[in-house]
């Protein structure tokens, strides 16, 4: 053990025994200086849990390294203070404070309006657990300045994390995000932080916004009478425990579905995740008892949430009577192929009509818009980007939807932030309209590749734990910029994106175009003769590098799904290999 190591968390957590902090506190912090295996001790206090470009996410319990009412407090009150610089000139600053499920959610979120109170600007606070769109979503409605949500979305149940908005419902990009992190880490000492609250600047919010985000959420639709002739069409939904059985059921009667098959055990809200390892509905783990029970009622469709409702899980039935997890990028694409298809239906395409996918998401996306005069404009992994596409082109162009390949959709521009409770009823209509032309969602799924092109995707992800792993992962980055591949998969690489530089290198020609983004990012792309693109990314926070790897192939019709779907998976498997991923 590093005795230096061990000592300057020893003083650090001595501090934590001082009267500024409360007797629970205390006394965790002390059974953690008494154990004889000090690794939890270390773990606790060896850094500061650091607030990001998203806010903040840990491990719940005593130490700087940890989620608790200090760590809390203190990116609270850096926040706070930011504000009253920001909007000085306002007579009445206002946020909206939101929470999950999750164990001390309701206790964080009450310190935190709290705190925003005690620094004169006004807090409204939900009076129980809502969905993080619906905080977005508030943000908007109310005319606030910024906003804060509870949740450590479908991390393991011992986590807990802190979402910070800004005035337009969307998480922070530059320059808020940089100054915000600059102002939190100026609060230096528990006595900077006001725990005083001013209750009269404390509102209770519920009903009111509940009913107007649904009200909202249920103006997308753009088939009703498909809805009404197939309202009886049986659909599992799950919320996993969190809190989308708070508006889902709600939103899907609004839409008219009235035949929702609950999963009774998953519909309670609990910070346990009882009966799931992991509350995510990308793992087939987590789908396992909707499934169980679309295969006992019949149920041909599969929705889930995931704890804070903002990612949706779809799982369909093939031919053969299987049932089959659909994976993020062809949820994207069902949506945005829908809600493209379906305005050029309704004659409501003018050539001002944009989506947007983020750069490791597929690229039949594009395919669909260009095929349907859309136009579709790529981004940065995560929805503040989507966001920001959206506000670059507000009151110049028609939002259709946006989306990533990690199970989050958009169809709206009310919220600035993934939206399961409008995509699930979305997606329920999709399964109506397709069933109006005699198809359900697996048959819709492969007439789209039809159309457009067959498209397979896979990520990995090669985890390297530690300083050493940390300086490999920087090492294979280094490698890949230094030596690029020339071939993939039998297939010349032709085209190479760099984003930390911004560098477009077509390798047939040799000319370098710059890329129009808004910053950099250590993203780097190859693309192949035969249509493939590999997307390689380090992780921000997670000792990881991510693969994203997407190939073509010829589908001669539509009996030869599978068949491709097969071939697709060895070409991936051949494209990592050359890459040397295991």
Known sequence: MDKELLQQCIERAEKWLGPQYDEETRREVKRMLDAEDKSELIDAFYKDLEFGTGGLRGIMGAGTNRMNIYTVGAATQGLANYLNDCFKELPQISVVVGHDVRHNSRKFAELVADIFSANGIKAYLFDGCRPTPEVSYAIRHLGCQSGVNITASH????????KAYWSDGAQMIAPHDVETIAYVNAITSVEQIKFTPNKDLIQIIGKDVDDAFLKDI?????????????????IVYTPIHGVGSSLMYDALKMWGFNNIIHVDAQDVQDGDFPTVVSPNPENPEAMQMAIDKAR???????????PDADRIGLVVRDKNGNYQLVNGNQIVMIFLYYLITRNVELGKITGKEYCVKTIVTTETIKRIAEANNVTCYDCYTGFKWIADVMRNLEGTARYLGGGEESYGFLAETFCRDKDSVSAIPLMCEIAAWAADNNLDLYELLIDIYAKYGFSRERGVSVVRPGKSGADEIVAMMKNFRENPPKEI???KVTLVKDYADLNCTDLTTGQITKMNFPTTSNVLQ?????????SIRPSGTEPKIKFYIEVREDMPSKDKYEETVAIADKHIDKVLEDLGVK
């Open 526 to 534: 190859f693309f192949t003769e035969a249509g493939d693109k590999i």
């Open 155 to 162: 991390n393991p149940k011992e986590y807990n994390g802190y």
């Open 218 to 234: 249920h103006g997308l639709s753009l088939s009703p009478e498909a809805d009404k002739r197939h309202a009886d069409m049986k």
């Open 489 to 491: 998969a039998g297939s």
């Open 296 to 306: 006992e009622t019949g149920a041909s469709v599969v929705l889930a949430s995931d």
